[in-house]
């Protein structure tokens, strides 16, 4: 099945460090969302974008929806231990979400202490 | 902690058999989706459920199909298991028209 283009793959960094991901897709969608899976869980639900052009925070977790809508980008400042985890971008083209979330195959954050 | 309760959560079953997965949505939500994560990927839609109808499917096989009751709460069902049907099987629910969903811890089912 169709799925969405999010880079990097996975990232190391230093604990403190800023992180910055994206995601693309060959198609439009009128919604944005990200999610953080932690081992053995469900995706958590981080951030959701609605409109393009928006750019909304959540803490230290930023995230724009594209003006083309068919890109969205998810900033982290400061990171911290428990950042650790996968992330995941999904875009969903229709209101009512009947035909379903579309996935990235998700960014794997690492952090060295 | 979402509200969405999956059972059960693991479970280990032989390739030619039937299994039936189980999702309670969080209070209130009336619809509830249905996502096949395999190991590495990204979660991939295969149907939802609003007022106990199928009102959405994505790219999977009939013998995936699924049940919603009158609670809300849903089933997966997948006939003639095959090998590649071993995944993370999550669920979501979300309120009608929404655009976000909230998940399940999931059940890992493993083929054999």
């Known amino acids: 099945g169709q799925q969405l283009n999010q880079s990097p793959q996975s990232m190391f960094i230093q604990e403190g460090e800023d992180v910055s991901m994206n995601c693309t897709s060959s198609?439009?969608?009128?919604?944005w969302l990200w999610y953080k899976q932690d081992p053995g869980e469900g995706p958590v639900l981080l951030i959701a974008?609605?409109?393009?052009?928006e750019l909304t925070s959540n803490g230290r977790l930023t995230a724009q929806f594209g003006i083309t809508r068919k890109d969205s980008f998810l900033n982290i400042s400061a990171s911290i231990p428990s950042d650790v985890g996968i992330y995941f971008c999904?875009?969903?083209?229709?209101?009512?979400?009947?035909?379903?979330?579309?996935f990235g195959k998700g960014t794997h954050l690492i952090i060295q202490p | 902690e979402t509200g969405v309760t999956q059972s059960p959560t693991h479970l280990i079953k032989t390739r030619g058999q039937q299994v039936t997965l189980r999702c309670s949505s969080q209070?209130?939500?009336?619809?509830v989706s249905w996502y096949q994560q395999a190991l590495g990927q990204g979660p991939q839609f295969i149907f939802q459920?609003?007022?106990?109808?199928?009102?959405g499917r994505g790219n999977f096989p009939p013998r995936f199909s699924g049940l919603q009751f009158p609670n809300y709460s849903s089933e997966l069902n997948v006939n003639a298991l095959e090998l590649d049907d071993s995944a993370l099987y999550l669920c979501?629910?979300?309120?009608?028209?929404?655009?976000?969903?909230?998940f399940g811890q999931g059940t890992r089912l493993t083929v054999v």
């Open positions: 209070s209130g939500h009336n619809t």
């Open positions: 459920y609003y007022r106990e109808e199928e009102n």
């Open positions: 198609s439009i969608f009128n919604t």
């Open positions: 979501a629910s979300s309120l009608e028209g929404a655009r976000g969903a909230f």
């Open positions: 999904a875009g969903l083209r229709t209101g009512g979400g009947a035909d379903g979330l579309t």
């Open positions: 974008l609605y409109k393009a052009g």
